[in-house]
């Protein structure tokens, strides 16, 4: 955990503007900057940064956050990681709380292979540009399947030597440790002498989210039978197989942008379709998908399309992972490419307008896909007609999300139609695979599991619509306002706004739980005595208390300076009237509160069935009354100067 005076050096070197303004074209409007949001098409402005809030929001698609919350919408980061982006863009000592032996041991060899990942770039980028041998064998071959210098450049591709130790000494001469380069995958130990493991091949770094490197791939040039093709970094604190999916550094943003992912299987595929364009693309290397990789596409977008060699061994590999992406209601469509080729050179023989419109005709969606497949060798054989309907059927029971269902119904008439069978049928043999999951699953559960389950089952709500209309959501958020804006400053001689604000609030209960929530979190601030602000709030740990600030404090208007010129001796901008509308929200907050307490009161009247009862909430009824004019009379007192 980064400790909290780490992050709070963080957020007070902040620049909002020049953050956001590396991503989007900002130009300055009265105190807020204006631009294109990055986060959805739009020719009229409606993305504002305010940096005086230090807070964004767009008018247009509503995405709204502070700096931290940006870097983590636009770059994927997590918040950790866009806490470390900032640090070293700041130039900031990280300090972190005190963790475990084994977890700091963790963290410390984390960091060492990324140095050693980083150093290795570098030494290998030199030796592809910089030495004859690079120049000769690798930059040349690299040249002669056709790819650019500036995208060679782009992905830090670069090149071993053939020679037995040539990274090992220049690693260990800059004080590099034996056990971590083994570690890193970059040397081996053969009979007790450390060398090279990737001699003689090209090297495509492997980057995370946030660009560092955290593995390598290397390529063999020159044929040899006894090696393999391709050589990747063995697992290790950073290099997760399962978890990685080349080329997502460089095609996160246009994932995002175009709302669509491609999945190829080798890194030249991701490498030669960035150069033709096509940058959404990213590589599986050749495996299995996971359901780490998948969750990881599904950060940035729900719609995955797999392109592979239309090949046998292609079909089987788009086939793989199909289960699990639906299970994760992602919807994949299956591109192949024709006569033997693969998308590298697919892209390079059509061009790069070609290959797109190929992908877009020939988009099938798997699940159909997958059964046009198991049909061609059904034939008339009954028995594996059955196999292939029970198939089709298991998968689509994987379908189970509520939101879901629309989509399954159509699958089950699609495929009913194309098996030649009755589609009440297959809608019960897919209910049954369903039935029999959970009835597996179940068995597996612990008791403890399964009663945690049964209690932890939601009742029946009624339309969020029409709960959302008897909040009394204008006035609770009117009181966080002054609350946020106010709270620090003094009400009289021994209060401060916080302390009123508590004293009137404190019998009425906010119906909205978030703000209630938010409420309960200033709260315990103000009484640590940390002194809660818009600002501080703002970088809260929890969202929801980070959201509520924005959505309280950002407003798409702002009141023009211009006015204290137009309207002489008013001092519109400049006035405090703090005072007065912290008491004017209270009042109303309060009264709104009364008013539903009336209605409630009167409906408990007409219900009443003992003249004692009666008596009782008639007296009440007299309580609120009185309340009621005390508040109006108030009101009616409060004069802006």
Known sequence: MITPSTIQQITSRIDIVEIIGE???????????LGNCPFHNEKTPSF???????????????KSGNTIGFLMDHEKYSYVE??????ARYNITIEETEVSPEVKQQQQAADSLYIINGFAQKYFTSNLFDNEEGRDIALSYLKQRGFREDVITKFQLGYNLEQRDAFTKAALSNQFNVDLLQKSGLVTVRNEIPVDNYRGRIIFPVHNNSGKIIGFGARIIKSNDRAPKYINTPEN???????????????RQSIDKLNECLLVEGYTDVISLHQAGVENVVAS????????????IKKFTNNLTIIYDGDSAGVKAALRGLDMALEESLNVRVVLIPDNEDPDSYVNKVGASAFQKFVADNKKDFILFQLEVMLKDVGNDTSKKSDVVNKVAESLSKIDKAEDFIKQQDYIRKCSELLKIDETGLTNLVNKFKRDRISKDEKKASFEQINFEQQSEQPYEEDPLASLLTYDEAQEKNVLRVLIEYGLKPFDEERTMADYIFEQVNEFHFESPEIEHFF?????????GLQPTAKTMLYDDDERVRKMVINIDMHPFELSPNWDNIMEGMNINNRDVSRQDV???VNYYKLRKIKKMFDENQKDIEKATSFEDQINLIKVHKVLKEEEQKIT????TVILK
């Open 23 to 33: 991503y989007v074209k900002l130009k300055k409007r009265g105190a807020n900057y």
């Open 48 to 62: 504002t940064v305010s940096p005086a809030k230090e807070i964004y929001k767009c008018f247009g698609c509503g």
């Open 82 to 87: 866009a806490l470390k982006w900032l640090a």
């Open 237 to 251: 604190e950073l290099y997760v197989k399962s978890k990685i999916l080349y080329g997502t550094y460089f095609a």
């Open 285 to 296: 290397g050749g495996t299995s998908l996971t359901i780490d990789q998948l969750r990881l």
């Open 520 to 528: 309960e979190v200033y709260k315990n601030y103000y009484e640590q």
């Open 583 to 585: 008491i004017m929200s």
């Open 633 to 636: 009379q108030q009101l009616g």
